[in-house]
Every structure is written in structure tokens, then in C-alpha cells.
């Protein structure tokens, strides 16, 4: 009889820790998931944002042809796809990329007033600011997102089993230190 109760305890122990490991690996394949949507997210986004400030670099070109030329040239071969697999030094280097690109054009708009003042230009310009904004709410989701996956790899009792089931800490998107504030869209 004692012999029967002993396997019986064990078998629910058993039961008990596979029922724990199966929740534990749904939950970290769920957070995931999250980051990996979020970072896509972001590259459809970035994308967009890439496409408005081709049509804001195309209206420069009645301003100063070869500038904007050259520009075109300089957006279309820093512009990579961001998706799911992208790293977190992919995703920022695709934003350094972007916010060199948009000073060019800013500085090309100062010296062109009535680039400024093209009613075209203001419209790309709001573009480019709906799509900065849209990325940089997924930023924040997307480094909510790792935060919390983070945290249970780091957590007891789900450390023990998180690296074993292949799950590994993610790196967050850092600001770009040289870039604190989103470059001034003011129309003068």
C-alpha cells in the first residue's frame, strides 16, 4: 500500500512539474512572439517612413537636381528590410540612416524657402511625422515587450528551464545618443 501512494505522489509531482514546464514555455514562446510582431512593427513603420522621405527627397529635385540626386541614391542604399530576425544594432543603424537623410533634406529646405513653403512639401513633411511617430510607439512596445521577457528568463523558477528551452535574453533599442530630441519639422 505504501509502495502504491509513493508512486502515486510521484506521479503527480511528475504531472505537477510537466504541467509547470508546458505553462513556462507557452509564456515565453508568447512573449516571444511579442517582440518578434513588435520588431516587424517597427520595419513596416520604418519602411513607410523611408517611402515619405523618398517623396520629400523628390520634391527637392526642381530646387537643386543633383543634390537631390544624390540623396535618392544615399536613402535607397542605407534603406534595408527590417523584419522579425532583424537585430536591435539593424534597427538603429536604419535610424541613423533616416535622421541623416532628413537633416540633408532639412538643410536643403533652408536654403531653398520656397521649398518650405510648397504646400507638397508640407504634406510629405506631415508624413514623415505621423510615421516618426508611429515608430517610435513601437519602439516603446517593442522594448516593453523585451522587458517582460526578459524578466521571466531572469526570474526564478523560470531561469532554471528558460535557456534550456533556447529562450535567451533580447536586447532593448537604444536611443542614438547623438540624437535626443526628433529634428524640428517647423515650417518657417
Known amino acids: 500500500m505504501g509502495f502504491i501512494i509513493g508512486i502515486i505522489v510521484i506521479v503527480v509531482i511528475v504531472i505537477i512539474l510537466a504541467g509547470w514546464i508546458i505553462s513556462t514555455q507557452r509564456t515565453l514562446v508568447r512573449l516571444d512572439e511579442n517582440i518578434n510582431n513588435a520588431k516587424s512593427q517597427i520595419g513596416v513603420q520604418m519602411s ?22 544624390t540623396l535618392l541614391q544615399t536613402i535607397n ?38 521649398l518650405k513653403a510648397n504646400q507638397n512639401y508640407a504634406k510629405a513633411m506631415d508624413s514623415v511625422n ?26 526564478w523558477p523560470a531561469s532554471m528551464i528558460a535557456g534550456r528551452l533556447g529562450f535567451d535574453k533580447r536586447e532593448y533599442l537604444e536611443e542614438d545618443q547623438n540624437k535626443t530630441d526628433m529634428p524640428s519639422m517647423k515650417l518657417h
Do not use: C
Open 48 to 69: 513607410s517612413r523611408f517611402d515619405a522621405l523618398t517623396a520629400l527627397a523628390e520634391l527637392t529635385q526642381s530646387y537643386d537636381a543633383h543634390e537631390a540626386q
Open 130 to 155: 505621423q510615421y516618426e511617430n508611429m515608430v517610435r510607439n513601437s519602439r516603446l512596445i517593442y522594448n516593453d515587450s523585451v522587458t517582460k521577457l526578459n524578466r521571466m528568463i531572469r526570474m
Open 77 to 114: 542604399a542605407r534603406r534595408t528590410g527590417i523584419n522579425a530576425q532583424s537585430t536591435a544594432a539593424e534597427i538603429n543603424a536604419q535610424e541613423q540612416a533616416f535622421t541623416k537623410a532628413l537633416g540633408q533634406i532639412n538643410v536643403l529646405a533652408e536654403r531653398y524657402p520656397d
